[in-house]
């Protein structure tokens, strides 16, 4: 599976992004999908993650919970994260994954257990 993030950017605290992941080459459906972020001298965090059959399966780090919200799309092969209420921490490199998955309901929280991996969108929030 290909990944391609996309819809990063520099903004003002507060506003909202919205990031986009583009898949090819596989049965979407048949992965779970998070996205992750790494900040400057970090390690790369877990943001967001949502089941393969979507909905209300997902699964969000505290720090985001409210502010986040992350969705997909099956037919269309895309995923995304809509972010609101932004803050400077929230500046970051951000990544979105995707893991095959049997159980159509769960999610990974953790990066080694992502297989595939896109490329990247710059996020920076200035106060």
């Known amino acids: 599976v290909q990944l391609q993030a996309s819809g990063g950017g520099a903004v003002q605290a507060g506003v909202s992004l919205r990031l986009s992941c583009a898949a090819s080459g596989g049965t979407f459906s048949m992965y779970a999908v998070a996205w992750f972020r790494q900040a400057p001298g970090k390690e790369r965090e877990f943001v967001a993650a949502?089941?393969?059959?979507?909905?209300?399966?997902?699964y969000y780090v505290d720090s985001v919970k409210g502010r986040f919200t992350i969705s997909r799309d099956n037919a269309k092969n895309t995923a995304s994260l809509q972010m609101n209420s932004l803050k400077p921490d929230d500046t970051a490199v951000y990544y979105c994954?995707?893991?095959?998955?049997?159980?159509?309901?769960?999610?990974?929280?953790?990066?080694?257990?992502?297989?595939?991996w896109g490329q990247g969108t710059q996020v920076t929030v200035s106060s």
């Open positions: 949502i089941s393969r059959s979507g909905g209300s399966n997902t």
């Open positions: 994954a995707c893991a095959r998955m049997a159980n159509p309901y769960s999610v990974y929280t953790t990066r080694p257990a992502y297989d595939f």
